[in-house]
Nanobody, 125 residues
Framework: QVQLVESGGGLVQAGGSLRLSCVLS????????IGWFRQAPGKEREFVAV???????YYTDSVKGRFTISRDNARNKVYLQMNSLKPEDTAFYYC???????????????????WGQGTEVTVSS
């Protein structure tokens, strides 16, 4: 059974940084594109970033220049480094993976094959 588990969330002041981690188990990590989504209270889930099997990355406009997604294939992990955090970044953050023909498109369209359980990020003003 494929599982994604996030960690690294917490409370941080505006302008601060956090690094989220997502570890995959139960399948071949290098077969997966991995992305991050977030959902704030009362809002719809939104795409944040994705990294392909070959480490090509895409970001939503609101996090470009502040967030960096990366992967460590030796550790089966994907990271989301979040800098210059703003109160509007407050949300539950979920990682998601897909091993399909074009996982980047599947993830950006909100249709990955596996989701993590989420980790909470709170940015205080």
């Amino acid at each position: 059974q494929v599982q994604l588990v996030e960690s690294g969330g917490g409370l941080v002041q505006a302008g601060g940084s956090l690094r989220l981690s997502c570890v995959l188990s139960g399948d071949i990590f290098t077969s997966y594109g991995i992305g991050w989504f977030r959902q704030a209270p009362g809002k719809e889930r939104e795409f944040v970033a994705v990294i392909s099997r070959t480490s090509v990355t895409y970001y939503t406009d609101s996090v470009k220049g502040r967030f960096t997604i990366s992967r460590d294939n030796a550790r089966n992990k994907v990271y989301l480094q979040m800098n210059s955090l703003k109160p509007e970044d407050t949300a539950f953050y979920y990682c998601a993976g897909d091993p399909g023909l074009n996982p980047t498109i599947s993830i950006r369209n909100g249709n990955p094959s596996v989701w993590g359980q989420g980790t909470e990020v709170t940015v205080s003003s």
